[in-house]
């Protein structure tokens, strides 16, 4: 099970409140776009997923939200936990940060970039004093998509409740793009890979810089409108979009846009992106630690299995997973921030449990 851990990391955070019914939902059809069905005609088990949703219901992996499974194009497992209700928006915290990889593509697609490895202080002539940094000159969008922008950072050490963690320190700044421009160097760009929120921020800026529309106005026009999202909020501040964690959707729409690039940039008869864009999104860059490799802000995963899957995890429990071999995507939302690890059942548990849903995993 060891790699199988990873495939599916996202089912770490999985629970649920025993005051819910935990009985298998089907999901609902409401025009949204989503092709719905039931769980019996799909290739999952049924056996297998009620005992996993009981587990959830009894508080087993913690504080979830939802879970919603997509497999074979249809949204087979809608089910809601804690009094949650699937017409609220849900933080997406650094899910987020994948929309910028999208987006980025279709401002290319658009000819509003030349390419990712246009330079990033080409965007912000008012900064032309930090190009005397021989190596923030070199940081390409690029760089920043895969987080290799070499910028001095660590929002892992501190626990995020820290007053000293510099994911917070960054947020009480007033102006979030100066503060993630005039981060000092550490590395060369494109050489170490280094978990970054203002990359994000920086990405955001831009598409703005690039497009003459904030992150919020294009997604909106080129991926929301399209995709028949009507609501969504997306936190800024002082006229700078938090693209590393501040979107929020509701969980149908997140499953929406996985399911976008598990069809390679099409949505129904619509081509948002092209595949070509989707390909290079998910090509593995550089190594974090085996078998996990940095994508465009996504992570790819090697399974046992002899497939690669594709997931973005975010604080609290929010995961969105693509795995093309099995057909399928899995959205996670959760609120696992306060919830202690030695209270959530050991993750190769579940892990195994969720992968014996499809027959391709079973008696592995």
């Known amino acids: 099970m060891k790699n199988l851990i990873g495939v599916l990391i996202i089912l770490s955070f999985i629970g649920c409140n ?7 939902q089907k999901p ?30 009894n508080g087993k992996y913690g504080n979830i939200h939802s879970l919603l499974v997509i497999e074979n194009n249809n949204l087979v497992i809608e089910q809601y936990y804690n009094n949650w209700e699937n017409g609220r928006l849900h933080i997406l915290a650094s899910n987020t940060k994948s929309f910028n990889s999208l987006l980025i593509g279709v401002a290319i697609e658009q000819g509003c970039i030349k390419s990712v490895d246009q330079r990033m202080l080409d965007f912000f002539p008012e900064y032309e004093n930090l190009k005397k940094d021989t190596l923030k000159n070199k940081i390409t969008i690029k760089d920043l998509l895969t987080m290799t922008s070499g910028f001095k950072w660590d929002e892992h050490s501190l626990p995020l409740t820290d007053q000293n963690n510099m994911g917070r320190q960054m947020d009480k700044t007033e102006d979030w793009l100066k503060s993630s421009l005039e981060l000092p160097m550490d590395t060369i760009p494109g050489t170490k890979y280094v978990y970054s929120g203002p990359n994000n921020i920086i990405l955001s800026e831009i ?8 992150i919020a106005e294009f997604a909106q026009e080129y991926l929301f409108e399209p995709l028949g999202i009507k609501e969504y909020n997306w936190i800024s501040k002082n006229g700078i979009y938090d693209g590393g964690g501040g979107l929020s959707l509701k969980s149908r729409d997140i499953a929406k846009y996985g399911l976008l690039h598990l069809n390679k940039g099409k949505w129904i008869d619509t081509e948002i992106v092209s595949e070509n864009w989707i390909k290079e999104i998910f090509t593995p860059f550089i190594e974090i630690k085996h078998p996990f490799y940095s994508c465009y802000q996504w992570q790819m ?64």
């Open 301 to 364: 995963v090697k399974t046992e299995f002899g497939f690669n899957a594709w997931f973005i995890p975010g604080n609290g429990g929010q995961i969105i997973n693509i795995i093309p071999d099995l057909d399928m995507v899995i959205v996670i939302n959760a609120d696992n921030r306060n919830v202690p690890h030695k209270k959530l059942e050991p993750l190769e548990y579940m892990v195994k449990d969720i992968a014996q849903l499809h027959p391709k995993m079973k008696n592995e």
């Open 18 to 24: 025993t005051k819910n019914d935990c009985s298998y």
């Open 28 to 57: 609902i059809d409401i025009n949204d776009g989503l092709k719905v069905s039931t769980l019996d005609s799909s290739k999952l088990d049924t056996a297998i997923f009620n005992k996993l949703n009981q587990d959830i219901c």
């Open 207 to 214: 598409i703005k810089r690039s497009t003459g529309k904030n």
